[in-house]
């Protein structure tokens, strides 16, 4: 008796779950929608405070001045108001940013958020401002300035092969770039401004395209993206001489004895130079200064050298000696 109890009030509770009963569900569905309708809007009616973030928009003359940094686009604000402004106001639906037209830039960096109280109040549109959450806010703008900086490159970088010497000056065309961007930025840049040769290993006569690079794309702008660049590659020859070393710093009464020389001295030159190239403009020194007591060596130095020389060396490129005394 008590199982078919227990089974009745099973079935009763059930029977709305019965594919009979989809009409049923209708209408529950139907009250739930309208109880909530009526929940949300009587919610919505209400006055309420709480934090949003708000837009703000900063007033500026694009034509004397940039940011060099992206601004803050929004600030947290405490407000009063109605659920229906409320929620206008956080999905941003026709909400007018607040305008910032600060005084003092570029030097002024950064303002108070209460500061931007006025800006904000004046655009709440139903909405109480009660306070500026955001304690401050940070900018960095600089002067927009155009210079025109002459082309070059660097010569010390051309990469040639081996016995081989690049030929100047070079021909740049354009021979000049116009910047335009911070006054800050553009003051680091070298005057002329330098170009990067992308290629290595000349051997003969170099025409290319060579692009105008730098480290601030975002902010500075220029009137060429790269410059066509000349020059001439040339291979050299080389010739060897044996030079009698100028001793220096050597104590008097000591005989010296090369004990790995003598000093061969290797340079290169161009051919039509060979002519005006003679032994005797070179001179090498051995400084006793410079003497290393660990080996018993001397470092060389070229003291001069032939006008048009390029590429000069001295082998031995340690000099072991031997002192005796006289």
């Not at 549109?125 to 955001?134: C, E, I, P």
């Not at 021909?171 to 680091?188: A, H």
């Amino acid at each position: 008796m008590p199982f078919n109890k227990t089974k009745h009030a099973l079935l009763w509770l059930l029977r709305p779950f019965s594919p009979k009963q989809k009409q049923y569900w209708r209408v529950v569905l139907l009250c739930f929608f309208t109880a909530s309708t009526f929940w949300l809007l009587n919610a919505l009616n209400k006055s309420y405070t709480t934090q949003v973030s708000y837009p703000i928009l900063f007033k500026y003359n694009p034509r004397q001045l940039v940011p060099v940094k992206p601004l803050p686009e929004e600030v947290m604000i405490n407000v009063t108001g109605k659920g229906w402004k409320l929620l206008r106001k956080n999905l941003l639906f026709n909400v007018r940013p607040a305008q910032l037209t600060i005084s003092g830039l570029p030097q002024l960096k950064r303002l108070p958020g209460q500061a931007l109280r006025p800006a904000i109040a004046n655009v709440l549109d139903g909405l109480s401002l009660n306070f500026v959450v955001t304690d401050t806010i940070s900018f960095d703008f600089d002067r927009l300035v155009t210079r025109k900086f002459p082309l070059t490159i660097d010569t010390t970088q051309v990469k040639v092969a081996a016995g081989h010497a690049f030929i100047g000056p070079p021909k740049i065309l354009p021979d000049s770039v116009t910047f335009t961007g911070p006054e800050l930025i553009l003051n680091q840049f070298s005057n002329p401004f330098l170009l990067s040769l992308p290629v290595q290993n000349l051997t003969g006569p170099y025409k290319g395209e060579v692009p105008v690079t730098h480290d601030y794309t975002s902010l500075v702008k220029a009137d060429v993206s790269e410059a066509e660049v000349q020059f001439n590659v040339l291979p050299l020859e080389r010739k060897e001489v044996t030079v009698q070393p100028v001793l220096q710093n050597f104590p008097a009464d000591h005989q010296l004895r090369l004990v790995n020389g003598p000093l061969i001295l290797h340079y290169s030159y161009l051919p039509r130079h060979r002519e005006t190239i003679l032994p005797e403009q070179f001179q090498v020194a051995l400084d006793f200064k410079k003497f290393n007591s660990a080996d018993s060596t001397i470092v060389p130095t070229v003291l001069q050298k032939a006008a048009n020389t390029k590429q000069v060396a001295i082998l031995p490129g340690k000099v072991k000696i031997s002192l005796t005394p006289q």
